[in-house]
């Protein structure tokens, strides 16, 4: 028997290439790779050519990310099987708790 998600990874592979699938696969386990304490404070928004983009709110963790960075695109593309991404771009940003953008068109609680 197949998980849904192998089967959803081989449709993705299928439909958009073997290095966009790894790329999508980098953001799902971004979490993972720098841990849940670190994910908190810095979220994977997307990518930009072979760019993992990363949204963070505290310098700390900027700081440290951007001294990791080399290590966190070694983990990352080794996590994905492959060359996903090839550098990781930060981004100093409120992150909203709900939106993961940290986008609040209305104001940060909706009024």
């Not at 449709?11 to 958009?16: D, G, P, R």
């Not at 700081?63 to 060359?83: Q, S, Y």
């Amino acid at each position: 028997m197949f998980a849904i998600k192998e089967l959803l990874g081989d449709a993705l592979t299928a439909l958009v290439g073997p290095r966009r699938a790894r790329q999508a696969a980098v953001l799902d386990c971004w979490e993972q790779v720098v841990g849940e304490a670190r994910a908190r404070h810095a979220r994977a928004l997307g990518l930009r050519g072979g760019a993992l983009i990363v949204a963070t709110d505290l310098p700390a963790v900027y700081h440290e990310l951007g001294l990791r960075r080399h290590a966190l695109v070694e983990a990352l593309n080794a996590r994905v099987g492959g060359n996903a991404i090839s550098e990781i771009e930060l981004i100093m940003r409120p992150i909203g708790r709900s939106d993961p953008s940290g986008d609040h068109p209305q104001g940060p609680r909706g009024r």
